[in-house]
């Protein structure tokens, strides 16, 4: 059974909390910082709860299944698509989704940059990188992230507003700070190259957003700490 509205204020509250707290330690505005609700495998209501409760946008990691949650409800919240997209659904997800995070093929630029085009929008994307290093990770190795960069800057109907990344999974807490620092300065050194603020830095889920945070990040991916756990973890 899903959670009630009330638990999940009380769980978002004290996510905010950490947030805040977070960014106090860094030095940081906590305004700086967005949160955004992962609702995947939850049912709509979860993203009713996430406007509700006055956030601004959701985080789905299936295509299908966020075209088909985002047709039940009329939250008021942009939705985000943060898990592997194949080229085959980059028009699905152009149509669909307010931004794309999880970019990180010059294949899957030109797809996405054809789609929009044809939907008549200028897509807001991320290059999703694999600034860990895990073999069991999706997203461009960093070597190749200013080619990547330079490709995306290339596309007319693509909107390039920074980058993302997952941490690998490890018990030693300095394997996902060092991941977060190596993305913040990829970012750092490819915004003073090019001139583009590519200010977004998605970084930072359930159990490592005060890392992401002292490391610069600027929108937090949060599913457990806000729904709870999730009945199967979805392939990612
Ligand atoms: C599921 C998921 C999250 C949220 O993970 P939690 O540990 O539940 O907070 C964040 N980012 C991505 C890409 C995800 O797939």
Redesign the pocket.
């Known amino acids: 059974m899903f959670i009630s509205y009330d638990e999940f204020r009380q769980r978002a509250d004290r996510v905010m909390a950490e947030i805040a707290a977070a960014c106090v330690a860094a030095g940081r505005d906590p305004k700086e910082v967005a949160l955004l609700a992962?609702t995947?495998t939850h049912p709509a209501a979860a993203a009713e709860y996430a406007a509700r409760y006055g956030l601004a946008a959701v985080?789905e990691?299936r295509v299908q299944e966020g075209v088909d949650k985002r047709a039940q409800t009329t939250a008021a919240v942009r939705w985000e698509l943060?898990?592997h997209l194949q080229s085959n659904k980059a028009r699905l997800a152009a149509t669909h989704f307010d931004r794309v995070q999880s970019v990180d093929s010059v294949k899957l630029l030109n797809h996405l940059d054809r789609a929009a085009a044809e939907v008549g929008k200028t897509l807001p994307v991320l290059l999703q990188v694999n600034a860990g290093r895990d073999p069991a990770k999706f997203g461009a190795e960093l070597e190749d992230a200013p080619g990547l960069l330079q490709a995306a800057l290339a596309l007319p109907h693509l909107r390039v507003d920074g980058f993302m990344t997952?941490a690998p999974l490890s018990d030693d807490p300095a394997v996902a700070t060092l991941t977060f620092q190596y993305l913040r300065e990829l970012r750092d050194r490819l915004a003073a190259e090019t001139g583009r603020p590519l200010r977004e830095l998605s970084m930072g889920?359930?159990?490592d957003f005060a890392a992401a945070i002292a490391a610069g990040s600027t929108q937090v991916?949060?599913?457990?700490?806000l729904f709870g756990t999730?009945g199967q973890e979805p392939t990612?």
Not at 221 to 225: E, L, N, P, W
């Open positions: 992962v995947k985080g990691n943060i898990g997952i889920m359930s159990g991916r949060v599913g457990t700490a999730r990612q």
